[in-house]
């Protein structure tokens, strides 16, 4: 069995063992000192995820929840913090399914194992990606799409806003699925990405949800077709990849994480006051606009996602030939 087949198998082992463990803990444990939540750059995503919780996980908890950034090398230095720190259930990862489950395939030396250097502690949300068009792409929906790109393959190209992000990873899960020739143009960030797509630089963008939603509403991008088994609320028109005859393209995740050997306490603690957070209507408010659902599920079923996706997504990557920056 080598290194990658390991993390797999080790990963089923992992939420075996933690479903056992969780059936007999109980949110009794409390935090000493100020809590630590380790995440990515300022303003982007995960950070602004981990700050719509901080705050108010602190009443609960007893104790300030400190929001501190690790930027850069595609997820791997907020990762390696999170697995260095000290398993006494006052540090935390906010991470995506991205870290822990493609950069393991992506790059062929990092400092972590997914399964063996983390605790599962919860999904906060699930969120989809949504492909949009320019208004003069052709195509009016994703069955006309494919019939323009398998007419005149490697005419049509592809933003997302960068490499081995959520929005490339689910067009090449796409591209795989269909057979379809549409070459990538990576972008820094989803802004540059859909000044790209209104200018017609790119034809074609997949990006998430609160980036692309007011500009399809505006009428500056036309939407194709929404990742997940449900559609938006903000689009109702617009039908899930399924629906459109494409089926599991799936939904990015963001979880939280803390460093192997936290005590089951501390993680069963935690994921409690996170699911009841998820629970309240200030969140719920917060996730919809952006099409974002809620989870909350315990750490034995985290493992389990986590197990689930480092199998599909070693197969992607593989396939699609998908490599760092």
Known sequence: MNRREHLVHMAGLSAALMAHSARSQSPGWSPQRPVRIITGATGAVLDVAARQIADRMATPLGQPILVENKPGAGGLAMMDAVARAVPDGHTLGLVSFVELTVNPWLFERISYDPVRDFAPVTVLYTGPQLLVAHPSMPAQSLADLIRHVKAEPGRYMYGSSGVARPPHIFMEKFKLATGLQIPHVPYRGGPPLMQAVIG????????????????????????????????????????????????????????????????????????????QLLKSPEIRNAYEPAGRTPVGNTPQELGQWISRDLAEWRTVVRDAGIKPE
């Open 200 to 275: 017609g630089e790119v034809p074609l963008a997949m990006e998430g949800t609160s980036v692309t939603v007011p500009l399809v509403q505006a009428g500056r991008l036309k939407a194709l077709a929404v990742t997940g088994d449900k559609r938006l609320a903000a689009l109702p028109d617009v039908p899930t990849f399924t629906e459109a005859g494409v089926p599991g393209i799936g939904l990015a995740w963001v979880a939280l994480i803390a460093p192997a050997a936290t005590p089951p306490a501390a993680v069963a603690r935690l994921q409690y006051e996170v699911a």
